[in-house]
């Protein structure tokens, strides 16, 4: 299955070595406007084609689907121009910027007929994946209260349209959403959900949020996401529940760590290759999603379950902004 | 590269990680679980229904339907096993120690020398992505000059035939010095020139050793400490046991801690809290391994002198104990 990039930018350089290592699958081009050496240099490295626009691209008849990664106000737009052009899609998470952009790009792939998936990895990280089962095995018994954390240092780039909330919806709509497909998955809808954060404080390069959820199950939620850190990548989770606790830190679960003295001039000495898993959960995901091109079964995260995960962001975008707790209706 | 369905057996299910191999034959494509072997017939039929195959009341017609054998016996049973194995031309993998004295191993891999097939011993940390990554940074000099290692595989008291002297040949130093000789002995690629050790029974009821400590010199001056003890609670410790490594040298430090990648159970009904490890499953990736050396003709991944190299650090650990001075390893 031949694969075209649209975006080169960190996330797409992600998904097309991962691309590259699938068996049946192969990155035959990349288009980015404005394209950066990293994506250049990728580019040559696999074989592929530079292209500049998109829609030079999505001519193209020997391209069979396409990866999205592209800033998420632009997901919209191009997944329903790759629909059109019959192309399968892998859109990077969040799905859309709103939700009428995302129910619009669930119609279009329907109508032309081809498959939509999205990047919600998280469901693919193995202790999330663990948690999700052993929840689903009644090891803590009924959960009743979740808690969930992530994040880290403001993604600064040159160029980079993070800090733009009209364009990636900040914290909440870029990291926080990991943390709210996971939960949907786990423990089910949600009833309403109350918000506080940094979105109007009028901070550069700083946002950060805390949400309360009610699930319809009962159960209460707590997820934090930031981008105020100095520095570093921080997740955890506690589930409680009637019959025992289950949790994780990534502080905690490191299997390889260096510490190493400067070099003779003074300069910091550069770390070696972390160390993590066999089959790290970006290739999962994407071996899933091939897969499911090629007609097998359905990846973990279903493009309705983006759209799921969206509202509940913006939701909780929405209550940040009114200072109200938002309900869903049943 | 052939499509070649790999037939597989197994002899004997005395040793549990027998389970973990089976379970990992059944996943892989490419390899059939053809049959059990067991020198206790009861058990091995209560296997050969568990893992869906054929029970074999004789070794050598089992031997005779297979490409080849998995030796997951009680330690001095692997010589008669793997002979028996060799006699047949069956490529066989031994789980670790591959022998409880040198002259065994060495017999054994002269056997399965004469015979043409493969030897393989049963290290599956070598397939831990932290180990992989630890041997790359030492290799490459991140690290500058090796100066000292620290090693622990503690564990809980595996029991049973553990504990009888004729069976498993020695305790705790037996069972545990091997799996981080043999990451030592392959990151430095190096082996032992002298070791000192210390044995004790101080927490069961048992007629071998549960503790020691050893205190090793790699023949390239390195030193090593390797704690083998049985030391973690069996009632209350939240997992079987650890592998960890810590690596000074001149350019700064490295740990690694294998089996860390835990969700932490806390859970009325068993009182004991739990590690749910989400790391790689290291004995899946090690048969799978091992089953393509086969397939393809290539020589075992990890050999049965790699296993003879560990061997050989247990027997003078042994001496040392009785002298209470180093002694000379080979």
Redesign the interface.
């Given at each position: 299955m031949r694969f075209g990039m649209i975006g080169a930018g960190g996330m797409a350089r992600v998904h097309a070595s991962v691309l590259n290592n699938i068996p049946g699958a192969e990155v035959v081009a990349f288009a980015d406007p404005q394209m950066p050496p990293a994506g250049r240099e990728l580019a040559q490295q696999l074989g592929a084609d530079i292209l500049t626009s998109p829609e030079e691209l999505l001519a193209r008849s020997d391209i069979d689907a396409v990866v999205v990664a592209v800033p998420t106000d632009l997901h919209c737009d191009l997944v329903v121009q790759a629909a059109r052009a019959g192309k399968h899609v892998m859109c990077e998470k969040p799905l859309a910027r709103t939700v009428e952009q995302g129910e619009r790009m669930l119609q279009e792939v329907e109508k032309a007929g081809v498959k939509l998936a999205v990047g919600h990895v998280v469901r693919y990280f193995?202790?999330y994946?663990?948690?999700n089962a052993?929840v689903a095995r009644g090891?803590?018994?009924v959960p009743g209260v979740i808690r969930a954390t992530r994040g880290g240092a403001f993604p600064a780039r040159p160029g980079g349209w993070f800090g733009d909330f009209a364009r990636s919806g900040g914290v909440v709509l870029d990291v926080m959403i990991h943390e709210l497909d996971w939960l949907i998955w786990t423990f089910g809808a949600v009833e309403r959900v109350y918000a506080r954060g940094l979105l109007n404080a009028g901070l550069p390069n700083k946002d950060m949020a805390m949400a309360v959820l009610r699930f319809r199950s009962g159960a209460i939620g707590y997820v934090e996401a930031t981008w105020a850190r100095p520095s570093g990548f921080y997740t955890s989770f506690e589930i409680a529940g009637s019959?025992?606790?289950?949790?994780?830190n990534n502080q905690?679960?490191?299997?390889?760590?260096?510490?190493?003295?400067p070099n003779p001039d003074g300069t910091p000495?550069p770390a070696?290759?972390?160390?993590?898993?066999?089959?790290e959960p970006y290739t999962v995901q994407m071996r899933d999603i091939v897969r499911w091109f090629k007609g097998g079964p359905e990846p973990r995260t279903s493009a309705a379950d983006g759209l799921e995960a969206l509202k509940l962001a913006l939701a909780i975008i929405e209550s940040i902004g009114t200072g109200k707790a938002i309900s869903f209706a049943s | 590269m052939s499509e070649q369905t790999i037939r597989v057996g197994i002899a004997s299910f005395a040793h549990l990680h027998a389970m973990s191999y089976a379970h990992a034959v059944n996943q892989l494509e490419g390899a059939t679980l053809t049959g059990i072997w067991d020198e206790d017939p009861e058990r091995g039929q209560k296997y050969a229904a568990q893992f869906n195959t054929t029970f074999y009341s004789d070794l050598d017609s089992l031997l005779d339907a297979i490409d080849t054998v998995i030796v997951a016996s009680a330690n001095v049973d692997h010589k008669p096993l793997v002979l028996a194995a060799a006699a047949k031309k069956v490529p066989v993998l031994c789980e670790k120690p591959l022998a409880t004295t040198p002259a065994d191993a060495r017999e054994m891999i002269e056997a399965c020398a004469k015979a043409g097939v493969q030897l393989g011993t049963a290290f599956p940390v070598r397939y831990s992505d932290a180990v992989r990554k630890l041997r790359d940074a030492v290799q490459s000099g991140a690290l500058g000059q090796t100066l000292m290692i620290r090693g622990t595989n503690r564990g809980t008291y595996p029991g049973g035939w553990f504990g009888q002297r004729e069976k498993s040949g020695g305790g705790a130093v037996m069972d545990h010095t091997v799996h981080v000789a043999d990451i030592v002995g392959w990151i430095w690629e190096c082996d032992f020139a002298e070791v000192y050790a210390e044995a004790a029974t101080r927490f069961h009821d048992t007629e071998v050793d549960d503790c020691g400590m050893l205190l090793a010199t790699l023949a390239n001056g390195v030193t090593l400490s390797l704690d083998p003890s049985w030391s973690r609670p069996n009632q209350s410790f939240p997992t079987w046991g650890d592998v960890t490594l810590e690596v000074t040298g001149t350019d700064g430090v490295a740990s690694i801690d294998v089996f860390n990648q835990n969700n932490e159970l806390f859970n009325n009904q068993t009182v004991r809290a739990q590690w749910q490890n989400w790391g790689d499953n290291l004995d899946y990736l090690m048969i799978k391994d091992w089953v393509e050396a086969i397939r393809d003709g290539k020589p075992a991944p990890i050999s049965g002198e790699d296993g003879l190299r560990a061997v050989l650090l247990v027997e003078a650990a042994y001496r040392s104990v009785e002298s209470h001075q180093p002694e000379k390893v080979g």
């Amino acid at each position: 299955m031949r694969f075209g990039m649209i975006g080169a930018g960190g996330m797409a350089r992600v998904h097309a070595s991962v691309l590259n290592n699938i068996p049946g699958a192969e990155v035959v081009a990349f288009a980015d406007p404005q394209m950066p050496p990293a994506g250049r240099e990728l580019a040559q490295q696999l074989g592929a084609d530079i292209l500049t626009s998109p829609e030079e691209l999505l001519a193209r008849s020997d391209i069979d689907a396409v990866v999205v990664a592209v800033p998420t106000d632009l997901h919209c737009d191009l997944v329903v121009q790759a629909a059109r052009a019959g192309k399968h899609v892998m859109c990077e998470k969040p799905l859309a910027r709103t939700v009428e952009q995302g129910e619009r790009m669930l119609q279009e792939v329907e109508k032309a007929g081809v498959k939509l998936a999205v990047g919600h990895v998280v469901r693919y990280f193995p202790e999330y994946a663990a948690a999700n089962a052993s929840v689903a095995r009644g090891d803590v018994g009924v959960p009743g209260v979740i808690r969930a954390t992530r994040g880290g240092a403001f993604p600064a780039r040159p160029g980079g349209w993070f800090g733009d909330f009209a364009r990636s919806g900040g914290v909440v709509l870029d990291v926080m959403i990991h943390e709210l497909d996971w939960l949907i998955w786990t423990f089910g809808a949600v009833e309403r959900v109350y918000a506080r954060g940094l979105l109007n404080a009028g901070l550069p390069n700083k946002d950060m949020a805390m949400a309360v959820l009610r699930f319809r199950s009962g159960a209460i939620g707590y997820v934090e996401a930031t981008w105020a850190r100095p520095s570093g990548f921080y997740t955890s989770f506690e589930i409680a529940g009637s019959g025992g606790l289950l949790r994780s830190n990534n502080q905690n679960t490191g299997t390889l760590q260096f510490s190493l003295f400067p070099n003779p001039d003074g300069t910091p000495r550069p770390a070696p290759r972390g160390a993590y898993l066999h089959d790290e959960p970006y290739t999962v995901q994407m071996r899933d999603i091939v897969r499911w091109f090629k007609g097998g079964p359905e990846p973990r995260t279903s493009a309705a379950d983006g759209l799921e995960a969206l509202k509940l962001a913006l939701a909780i975008i929405e209550s940040i902004g009114t200072g109200k707790a938002i309900s869903f209706a049943s | 590269m052939s499509e070649q369905t790999i037939r597989v057996g197994i002899a004997s299910f005395a040793h549990l990680h027998a389970m973990s191999y089976a379970h990992a034959v059944n996943q892989l494509e490419g390899a059939t679980l053809t049959g059990i072997w067991d020198e206790d017939p009861e058990r091995g039929q209560k296997y050969a229904a568990q893992f869906n195959t054929t029970f074999y009341s004789d070794l050598d017609s089992l031997l005779d339907a297979i490409d080849t054998v998995i030796v997951a016996s009680a330690n001095v049973d692997h010589k008669p096993l793997v002979l028996a194995a060799a006699a047949k031309k069956v490529p066989v993998l031994c789980e670790k120690p591959l022998a409880t004295t040198p002259a065994d191993a060495r017999e054994m891999i002269e056997a399965c020398a004469k015979a043409g097939v493969q030897l393989g011993t049963a290290f599956p940390v070598r397939y831990s992505d932290a180990v992989r990554k630890l041997r790359d940074a030492v290799q490459s000099g991140a690290l500058g000059q090796t100066l000292m290692i620290r090693g622990t595989n503690r564990g809980t008291y595996p029991g049973g035939w553990f504990g009888q002297r004729e069976k498993s040949g020695g305790g705790a130093v037996m069972d545990h010095t091997v799996h981080v000789a043999d990451i030592v002995g392959w990151i430095w690629e190096c082996d032992f020139a002298e070791v000192y050790a210390e044995a004790a029974t101080r927490f069961h009821d048992t007629e071998v050793d549960d503790c020691g400590m050893l205190l090793a010199t790699l023949a390239n001056g390195v030193t090593l400490s390797l704690d083998p003890s049985w030391s973690r609670p069996n009632q209350s410790f939240p997992t079987w046991g650890d592998v960890t490594l810590e690596v000074t040298g001149t350019d700064g430090v490295a740990s690694i801690d294998v089996f860390n990648q835990n969700n932490e159970l806390f859970n009325n009904q068993t009182v004991r809290a739990q590690w749910q490890n989400w790391g790689d499953n290291l004995d899946y990736l090690m048969i799978k391994d091992w089953v393509e050396a086969i397939r393809d003709g290539k020589p075992a991944p990890i050999s049965g002198e790699d296993g003879l190299r560990a061997v050989l650090l247990v027997e003078a650990a042994y001496r040392s104990v009785e002298s209470h001075q180093p002694e000379k390893v080979g």
